[in-house]
């Protein structure tokens, strides 16, 4: 997690907007969510890149495209609790607890199906509570 890691991730960026280049509706707009995700989830300048303008930007694009898949939504309600917009987050949270898990990516959406719970009484209780999709997934990547 050091200098050369902003670096992988900036090359990760402009790859996934290469992607979007190519087919935006690529494994259900995944580059859209996970734009959205480095832009909500990074630090911004002069660190690194992110940006909650962007951030929105990339996961409405996520919505418009999938406007009933688990990921779109769930990240997108994700987001919206984080900037403290609980009641426009619990629409994105209803759709995505509503979702079916999808065959093909049953490890993810299960464990998005685990934290939609803790978000959506976050979202009800205006900020109580609040899932770890992300921390969870960190100690598997050798983050201290």
């Known amino acids: 997690w ?3 890691s902003l670096a992988q991730i900036e090359q990760s960026r402009d790859l996934l907007i290469k992607s979007i280049d190519l087919d935006p509706r690529a494994m259900d707009a995944a580059a859209y969510i996970t734009l959205g995700n480095f832009y909500f989830r990074l630090p911004g300048w002069p660190l690194s890149f992110g940006d909650d303008r962007q951030a929105r930007q990339y ?3 996520a919505v418009a495209l999938f406007p009933d898949a688990i990921d ?4 997108m309600g994700d987001f919206l609790l984080d900037q403290g917009e609980y009641a426009a987050a619990l629409p994105y949270l209803d759709k995505a607890e509503h979702a079916p898990v999808r065959p093909y990516q049953r490890v993810s959406d299960t464990k998005l199906k685990e934290q939609l719970p ?3 009484k976050a ?3 205006k900020g109580d509570g609040g899932g770890d999709f992300f921390s969870g997934l960190l100690p598997a990547f050798g983050s201290p």
């Open 59 to 61: 996961l409405q694009s």
């Open 72 to 75: 779109s939504n769930y990240f």
């Open 123 to 125: 979202a009800r209780n």
């Open 2 to 4: 050091g200098i050369n």
């Open 118 to 120: 803790a978000l959506l």
